[in-house]
């Protein structure tokens, strides 16, 4: 399994996930390969069953180098086209994915060359040149590239190296090849299928290049940095997509966007989350207070929640708002943004930040109402747990939602304040409704959104990639 | 919700992103995150309303963050100078207890080992933003032991040996505690030692302490140092290179026997003040690389990406960092020459002039090593240290000027690093995406 940020070294939905199915398979021996930045904190967060193991590691943006082998011979040969053939397998829009993979392989057979290769002055020509290519490409669907400056490219050139020394790292002998984001997750794994033909299942949580897009469309970056961010995220899942022998979508919507950007619909497998909800459950207990657990993060859109809050306690006074989480590693600046707006928009007295929660539990027990504004979704747990807890959710239509919350919330458009804010004082000053709502979400979970279902699903589809018949 | 058609598609592209859509993927997630459209209607409109015409271009941001810390420059400075002065002021009274020859031994083996470490731990620790919390999460023992690796056999070595180790304790814990801030009391403790041994103090007794006293400083500078971090150390690679290239450079100084090291009491030392403080503002100058490069480039466009800039940023700093060294030793020296009668005869020429060009190569090989160029860095310092000692040796066994043989050697490193550096530096575009960002 390889992963991009997430398991085992940082808390959150699609680590709790591969905790979860980890922990649910011990019939397969699991091998971790974690993509992370190159920092210091290389502690798990997460403990492992016996029946899995990290197997390495792959450090981005660090100093280290490939670990040399004295005894062997390396060839040290370096290829100046090598960064022109990522630019253009990668960031063109029709790119070659067989060039792709040629480049990537030929990074796993001399990792010691790739370094030279990148500083090589012909390497930085090449590359120009084959940007110019990219950026002089015309397309009805690609629309026309902006400008990019020497600043932009040299970062590309960076980023496209990394890429290359991701490509370089070894990966275990293994029977199947679980990829857990069509993204950078990716790279170790089309190596390994193109060398020694191991199938290859894609699971998406979020589409990856859905939420690169997002991302890119609400930094404050220049059109040249959003141009060569979504455009290399889109290079990587269309690779992803195709060398998948399986993609496993959370949910239909996934699934939707999956089969929009070009994946086989044959290939494709939906696996809802689920979740080991308690057999009973207590109605909510009328304390006005509204709940929303998860990261602190641009996707999370929780500006748009900052100013529900400010409507609701117009409309519900006493109404308190709590959201657990913490922010997500990069994105401390927008939660000190986020801070800043409760300020201006007075919502300190009816809205806090509470930081981590090592009860999510106990936190939406005591919820009224469970709130999600975010604008990018798959499946969340967080909505699985709340309708677990008999809790009513008010959560915007993004991703699998309208699905999960079918007949037991209220579903408003993103980022529409007023809609969200009806919906939350609906149900805070109709307490029926709400425990009404909750309990059929109570039910649904134990209809639909099992744990048992979930690891289910996977048995069998990893049996059936790694062609062993499982029991059941 | 109703399928929108095209002009409302449009409308909630303009009014989410206050501009048209990148291409088809971007309009389609617009579409479906603040539209409310599904996912395959968000797609096949989304082709319909990519705009047709290139956007108004806007520069990219630049987000760069300097390695290190430039606060406290001044008392770095004023240390240094003092540090100076005090060594060279030990060099009477020493060589009276210890003998000259026992001094002059200590100091050629201590200054290459000091430079060496101070190169190593530098590139490895220092050089970076939280540098003292990379050295503390090292494992300050793992630390002590390599120190402790290289003075108890330097120990064993009597009688110079226990000279030279305290030499190398004292001026490489100098280096932590001018990186901790602590540089003025760290020159006020070398200050003391200076008055301690005028006043005929035993020298071992009074170095002992002083070296004790350095390195409880350190260790403390690196406990209480930065808060906890998660920058990652350098590569130990790399920081053995840059102590080759140090432990070179400081061969360079001792190499040349004409100069005299404690032999002619405090002259070598104080003539090697006005190129350190040249290097020091020169280096200080350096700093701005890793920032000026790419904001000198914003903007450029890729077909000048490539292209030669003899005015670039790359070499502008480089050129700036030069100007300000070889100013600085200039003045100096003339300073120092002036003052000549009452420093004991530090009218030597020569030396000032030998001792400017070890600066210069310093810094040439310095900017070539954290460019991550250490081979060639190395090898122009081999190459002065070879040229130094055939020509003391060989050459001219009887030097017509003290540090003739140090000019040599520092000449043709010089010729050996400079230009390929000056090839390097004169594509910006090129250093920035191929040496400083990939290292």
Redesign the interface.
Known sequence: MTTEGTYPHAMGGVSSWCDLLIGGLPEFDWQILPIRAGDRSHSAIFELPPHAAVVGQIELWSEQLPRRRWMVRADHRARESLPANLVRSLMGWEGSYDGLLDALVWCRMRPHAVRRAFRGAGAWEAFLGALEEVLGESHPDAGPPPQLDAVEAARLYQTIYWIARAAAVPTPQTDLLHVTAAGWAAIPALVHKQLHGTDMLLTEHGVYVREAYLAAARSPSSQGERFLSSRLARGLSRAAYAAADSVAPVTEANAAWERGLGVDPQKIRVIQNGIDAPPSYTDPPGNLKVVSVGRIDPLKDVQTMLRVAVEVSRRVPGVRFEYWGPPTKGQEAYARACEELARRLGAEECFQFMGSTRDPHGVVRDADVVLMTSISEGLPMSILEAMAQARPVVATAVGGVPEVLRGCGIVPPPGDVHAIATGVATLLSNPELAAHLGRRGFARVHRIYTQKACLAGYRDLLGELAGVEMAA | ?ESPGHQYAAGVIEA??GR???????A???L???G?V???RA?SL??RV??????R??????TTEEPGRRDGILSEAVALIMAILAVASWAGPLSRQVGTSSLQQAIVIALPLTLALQWAIRSRYLSRRSGLACLA?DRLALCALGLLAIEVPLMLLRPYGPLAGMFVAIWVGGTVLARRGWALPYGLLLVGAVIGLEAELPAYPLLEVLTATVLIGSVTAIRTGEEH????A??V??ALWAGAIGAALGGLLVGDPSLGWGVHGAFPALALLPSVLGSFWGGYHLWKFYDAV?RG??????????QRNHRGAAMGIFLGAILRLVGVTVVLSGAVLLIAEWTSGTNRLSLFVGFGCVALVTMIVNVLESL?YARWALFAAGASVATELTVSNVVLVHAPVPGAALIAGTLVGILVALPPLLMLLM?P??V????L???
Not at chain 2, 20 to 26: N, Y
Not at chain 2, 50 to 55: E, G, I, N, Q
Not at chain 2, 57 to 62: E, I, K, S, V
Request: glycine share 14%; hydrophobic share 35%.
């Open positions: 919700m989410r992103l048209g859509a990148q291409d088809v993927l971007e389609a997630v617009v479906e995150a603040w409310g599904r996912a395959g797609l989304g082709s990519v705009p047709p015409k290139p956007p271009w806007t520069p990219g941001r630049l999460h971090s998660n920058e990652p350098g590569r690679g790399r790419p480039l914003q903007g450029t466009s890729l077909t000048q990406a490539n991550a594509r575009g090129r920035l995406a191929t040496s960002w990939i290292q």
